[in-house]
């Protein structure tokens, strides 16, 4: 397969309808736009070895789907090449398109309001998946035994720690702020906009799990900063309804660089 074809899988999926990349990941993951308006619908595929679960993914939506918005899981499976999920569309586009990136005070307040609204929607004592702390750091410890973490791919603020030192500062845990559900990935671009301004709902839900709102919170305006500018995280946390948080900001900035 050359470097920009698309996989077989998704060829055989698209069943003759037009197909075009709206996505793609730093470890070869692509997701593909199949068909037009109302009939189009959406196809991730990740090569073998990728380390993404899109099996796991697929539970997660299916779970959500009873509480929130969420794309509809039609199928998912794998073969030798790779794995793939195919779902339904939402309605609206990604936070971080040119219409988006031109109207950030738009932007950013709808990201803001819907991560609350995702929060609070989806019920902790329901959801049978972790986003804990405590279990990111012990698979992060278990993954640094395997192999060492290159502090070269983690962003510049963190760059000068050493393996052994990043872990350690996240053996300190904060105490809890408020346990939601969360999104595991609260990242600009999984947010959803309708063309009137207002969250539609969110994709990529392979890390969706209860965990304190800060493990979304400093993510999110974190994204936000890299595609709208620094000066846009006060209103994200506006819009959202919390005061700034730095410490819990730090740590979890911290553990989402060292996350799978």
């Known amino acids: 397969m050359s470097e920009n074809a698309v996989p077989e899988a998704v060829a055989e999926l698209s069943v003759g309808r037009p197909v075009r990349e709206v996505w793609e990941n730093e470890v070869g993951g692509r997701t593909f736009e199949v068909g037009e308006a ?8 990740t090569p073998a070895g990728s380390g993404i679960d899109l099996a796991q993914e697929a539970t997660r939506l299916q779970w959500a789907a009873s509480y929130i918005a969420v794309p509809r ?10 794995s793939w999920l195919v779902t339904s569309a939402l309605p609206g586009r990604n936070a971080v398109t040119p219409l988006w990136l031109a109207e950030p005070a738009t932007a950013v307040a709808a990201i803001g309001e819907g991560l609350r609204a995702m929060h609070e929607a989806m019920p902790v004592t329901a959801c049978p998946f972790s986003w804990m702390a405590e279990d990111q750091l012990a698979d992060a410890r ?7 973490f290159d502090p070269a791919s983690w962003h510049p603020v963190h760059r000068s720690l050493r393996t052994e030192q990043a872990l350690d500062r996240l053996a300190d845990i904060p105490p809890l702020d408020r346990l939601v559900v969360c999104h595991g990935d609260a990242c600009a671009p999984n947010t959803l906009i309708t063309d009137d301004g207002r969250c539609s709902g969110h994709v990529d839900f392979g890390q969706l799990g209860v965990a304190d709102r800060w493990a979304d919170l400093a993510v999110a305006t974190w994204s936000v900063e890299w595609n709208y500018g ?3 995280e006060d209103l994200l946390l506006s819009a959202y309804g919390v005061a700034l948080d730095p410490d819990r900001t730090r740590y979890y900035r911290l553990l989402w660089d060292l996350g799978p």
């Open 73 to 82: 899981v039609f199928a998912q499976g794998t073969d030798g090449a790779g």
């Open 142 to 148: 278990r993954r640094a035994r395997l192999a060492p």
């Open 38 to 45: 109302a009939d189009r619908y959406f196809i991730k595929w």
């Open 230 to 232: 620094a000066e846009w």
